[in-house]
């Protein structure tokens, strides 16, 4: 089946830092979603990114779907940023599989 | 903005109970999914949906059920619930296949 495997899998940054996060995919993609959660369990969407490049503020993301990986940058990191970050593949057709998640912790 | 709703948020139940956790949303999306969550984990998917009347068992067993008679509801059923289901069960949608799925808030149930 498809792997998606994420890294690093902790990240402890001083507020004020920039990180980069990354997912690496088994195949091909059709989609390709960064996501965080927030202490309470919900999942924020953070990017829609089968391919190219976006930026949303503080983050953006990239997506080289012919090398089988997309990079997510936080940069001037805050402490509303910490919780965990997912990225999340579909091309099954049938369901987004998801990466073991990065655990970001941002402290003052 | 995602119009997606799970209820309730928490639930904390005995062994044994019959359990339904809701699901909904208003966004006329065809394609539904459940799923599980333990702390801190990946997501594994437990149930799937194309439309009314359309389910799929996921790529992680579960004793749960699902029913979608209603596109905008998807509902999931634990007739006798056991510790070994505490956990988080997070419900999504999607307008097609490879569109952008959007998540509810999720339900953290507990069984003891």
């Known amino acids: 089946g498809i792997q998606v495997e994420q890294s690093p899998p902790d990240l402890i940054l001083q507020e004020g830092a920039n990180s980069t996060l990354r997912c690496n995919f088994s195949d091909s993609v059709n989609n390709l979603q960064w996501f965080h959660q927030n202490p309470w369990g919900q999942l924020i969407n953070l990017f829609y990114i089968p391919s190219g490049t976006k930026q949303n503020g503080r983050l953006s993301a990239t997506t080289v779907a012919t090398e089988r990986y997309s990079l997510l940058y936080i940069s001037s990191s805050q402490t509303t940023d910490s919780g965990v970050y997912f990225c999340a593949e579909n091309n099954a057709g049938n369901m987004l599989t998801f990466g073991g998640g990065t655990r970001l912790m941002v402290k003052p | 903005e995602a119009d997606i709703y799970q209820t309730p948020r928490y639930l904390v139940i005995g062994t044994g109970k019959k359990i339904t956790l809701e699901c909904s949303q208003t966004?006329?999306?065809?394609?539904m999914y459940w799923y599980q969550q333990d702390p801190g984990m990946e997501l594994h998917l437990i149930h799937y949906s194309y439309g009314v009347n359309s389910t799929e068992k996921g790529d992680l067993s579960s004793e749960s059920t699902v029913s979608r008679i209603r596109t905008e509801h998807f509902p999931l059923t634990l007739e006798s619930a056991r510790p070994s289901h505490t956990s988080q069960y997070l419900c999504?949608?999607?307008?097609?296949?490879?569109?952008?799925?959007?998540f509810g808030q999720g339900t953290r149930l507990t069984v003891v």
């Open positions: 999504a949608s999607s307008e097609f296949v490879y569109t952008e799925a959007f």
């Open positions: 966004m006329g999306h065809d394609k």
